[in-house]
C-alpha cells in the first residue's frame, strides 16, 4: 500500500510541474512557433545564407564574362584584349575611344544614324546608333578603349 501512496505522490508532483509550465520555457516540450522564427533567423545569419544569391550571381558573371542586359541606356566600357558581343535588338551607341565591328557571315550591325551596314572589320563612328540585327556573335572590339551606350543585351568577352 506505501508503495501505491510513494508512486501516486511521484507522479502528482511530475504532473504539477508539466501543468505550471510556462510556454516556451525549457521545461515545455511544445516548441514554439517564435522560437523556430528566431533559430532560422539565427541560422540564417550565422551561415550567411542571405548572401548566396549575390554570390552566385557575381561567380556567374566571372564564369562567363560580364554580362548585361538594360531597357535604359547603359555606359559599357571595354579595353584592350575584351570584346563586347551583343545580342539580338541591342543598341550601340560609340561616346570615346575608338571601336571596329564584329560581324558574322551574314552580315555587319546596322548604323541607322547613316543608314547603311558597317561590315566587320570597319570602324565605329562616334554618336551613331549602331543596331545588332541578330544574337550570332556580332558586338565590337578595341585595340585599347572605347565607350559605349548601350541598350538590351550584351556581354563582355575576354580573349
Known amino acids: 500500500m506505501k508503495k501505491i501512496i510513494i508512486f501516486a505522490l511521484i507522479l502528482a508532483v511530475a504532473f504539477t510541474a508539466v501543468i505550471y509550465a510556462a510556454p516556451g520555457d525549457s521545461s515545455d516540450p511544445i516548441v514554439v512557433l517564435s522560437y523556430l522564427n528566431d533559430r532560422i533567423?539565427?541560422?540564417?545569419?550565422?551561415?550567411k545564407l542571405d548572401k548566396i544569391q549575390d554570390l552566385q550571381e557575381k561567380v556567374d558573371k566571372l564564369a562567363s564574362g560580364s554580362i548585361g542586359s538594360s531597357t535604359a541606356l547603359e555606359v559599357v566600357e571595354i579595353y584592350a584584349g575584351e570584346k563586347l558581343i551583343a545580342g539580338a535588338g541591342t543598341e550601340l551607341i560609340l561616346r570615346g575611344g575608338k571601336a571596329y565591328v564584329i560581324g558574322s557571315e551574314l552580315g555587319g550591325i546596322a548604323n541607322v544614324t547613316a543608314g547603311r551596314d558597317f561590315a566587320s572589320g570597319a570602324e565605329f563612328v562616334a554618336n551613331h546608333l549602331m543596331i545588332v540585327p541578330r544574337?550570332?556573335?556580332?558586338?565590337?572590339?578595341?585595340?585599347?578603349?572605347a565607350i559605349f551606350m548601350v541598350r538590351g543585351k550584351y556581354q563582355i568577352v575576354k580573349e
Open 135 to 145: 544574337d550570332d556573335g556580332r558586338g565590337a572590339y578595341t585595340n585599347n578603349y
Open 41 to 47: 533567423k539565427g541560422l540564417i545569419s550565422e551561415y
